[in-house]
């Protein structure tokens, strides 16, 4: 046997530890409101409805895979953080949880801010009517170029993730005679209890500029200086998916701290702070999100209090929810194709999509919900893998779930809160054609994303 080889045994697939999933539900046909958005809903039939139409109508009409988000409540979510936090306050969208232009108008008429991190995310907003100073623009490495056109539209901010981008963006807005509105990100050290990858205030990450060691205090200064900036802020965002109160706490303390140094050096209170997004959602039973109005209180509260110890003037707060929104609002239709009895183990049930529409799970052991959507059945719960039909072992959509143990291929099934990041990080692996995305509405359905076409893909390879 060669010496890199190994024997891997019948159970090497296991990544998370034998046992980690929870019983089963007494009853597998009951949808757990946490998860489902809130139109979805068993028909008389026993198939399942969003915004009142038949999954099966659905699916024969758009196909599968598809995206089906439910623009009632994308909407209502829309307005409860915009009451929750109120007129004193802003909401940015995050629009890389998920971007198109219809989203756009529907944030525009609930009165929603947009941050976008791309020049792309920049086009859409404009072209679907955002007005440009209700736009955010974020990201590591912007470059002149969009640097150049955030300025010459007027987004409304420019957050500022390095010393060399201070620079470059100074510069860009004096060549065009502009003083661009800024706020500088800072990393305040703060561990986000979350996913490495999603993680964004410790240190070690590309993000911002760490409070540690005075670099922070030092881009205010570099930014008050030049007059191509307003400094009108802070921002700091400290991960995603994130369920405990206590991070952000430790962050707006750690912010407001900082806006009393500049107070104290610069005589100048800034009159703003973006405490970030990463409000988590509910992917499983098991997950327990914060509603709008407790975030919202409880990030108000805390600025309060530390402002007041500090002798500074409350600054005005914004939050950027794009998952909180987003997420819960959709849902991933699938076909069952194939379904793999491995005796002693579990179940393989194959669908028509995968990790080209839902990469989360193998990116970040992403943990979902499935439900069996197009009947009802009395069958015992049989412990299932979701998976895709693409050439990797880890193409897996739900690692660990229950289905009835009667289902068969040609059954629609469903995996909830999907509306975030997966149409945005969908992808062509294995020339996948990209699932559509369908908005549902009050008995009506159309298309607001398509789905690709073969000659989609064959229009852009050159030859």
């Not at 907003?125 to 955002?130: H, V």
């Not at 669908?351 to 529409?357: A, F, K, L, P």
């Not at 499935?370 to 015992?380: F, G, P, Q």
Request: charged share 25%; hydrophobic share 40%.
């Amino acid at each position: 046997m060669s010496r890199s080889a190994h024997p891997a045994g019948p159970r090497h697939a296991d990544v998370l530890p034998d046992g980690h999933y929870t019983a089963p539900p007494a009853d597998l046909n009951v949808l757990d409101r946490k998860v489902w958005s809130r139109t979805v809903a068993r028909n008389a039939g026993g198939a399942v409805a969003v915004g009142g139409i038949d999954v099966t109508r659905l699916a024969e009409e758009f196909g599968t895979p598809a995206y089906f988000l439910d623009e009632a409540d994308f909407r209502a979510r829309c307005r409860a953080w915009a009451d929750a936090f109120g007129p004193d306050a802003d909401v940015f969208y995050a629009g890389k949880a998920f971007l198109s232009r219809a989203v756009v108008r529907w944030l525009t008429e609930e009165g929603l801010n947009l941050d976008v991190c791309s020049g792309g995310e920049l086009t859409c907003a404009l072209d679907a009517g955002m007005p440009a100073e209700r736009i955010a623009f974020h990201g590591n490495n912007k470059t002149a170029a969009e640097i150049e056109r955030a300025v010459t539209v007027g987004v409304g901010r420019i957050v500022l993730d390095s010393f060399q981008e201070i620079a470059r963006v100074a510069h860009i807005a004096q060549r065009l005679g502009k003083r661009q509105r800024v706020q500088i990100r800072v990393t305040v050290g703060v561990e986000a209890h979350t996913h490495e990858f999603i993680a964004t205030a410790h240190e070690d990450q590309k993000f911002g500029i760490a409070l540690a060691g005075g670099e922070a205090a030092e881009a205010v200064r570099r930014a008050l200086a030049l007059d191509g900036l307003e400094l009108i802020g802070i921002h700091s965002h400290i991960g995603s998916q994130i369920f405990d109160m206590a991070g952000f706490e430790v962050s707006a303390r750690r912010v407001v701290q900082l806006l009393a140094e500049v107070r104290d050096e610069h005589g100048v209170e800034l009159p703003e702070i973006d405490l970030g997004g990463g409000l988590g959602i509910a992917y499983t039973s098991e997950d327990d999100p914060r509603e709008p109005h407790e975030i919202a209180k409880a990030l108000g509260d805390i600025v309060t209090r530390e402002c007041e110890a500090a002798g500074l003037a409350t600054p005005r707060i914004s939050v950027e929810p794009g998952r909180a929104i987003v997420g819960p609002t959709a849902f991933t239709l699938y076909e069952v194709g194939t379904v793999k009895p491995l005796e002693g183990l579990r179940t393989y049930v194959s669908v028509d999509g995968g990790m080209s529409d839902n990469i989360r799970t193998a990116l970040y052991d992403a943990e979902y919900s499935v439900a069996l959507v197009s009947r009802v059945s009395d069958a015992e719960p049989m412990l299932v893998r979701v998976v895709g039909k693409h050439c990797e072992s880890g193409d897996i959509v739900v690692r660990d779930a229950f289905l009835p143990s009667d289902l068969a291929p040609g059954d629609l099934i469903a995996v909830p809160a999907t509306g975030a990041y997966c149409r945005s990080m969908a992808s062509n692996y294995n020339h996948a054609l990209r699932p559509p995305v369908v908005a549902v509405r009050d008995g009506r359905a159309r298309v607001i994303v398509r789905r690709e076409t073969e000659e989609d893909l064959l229009r852009l390879d050159v030859g």
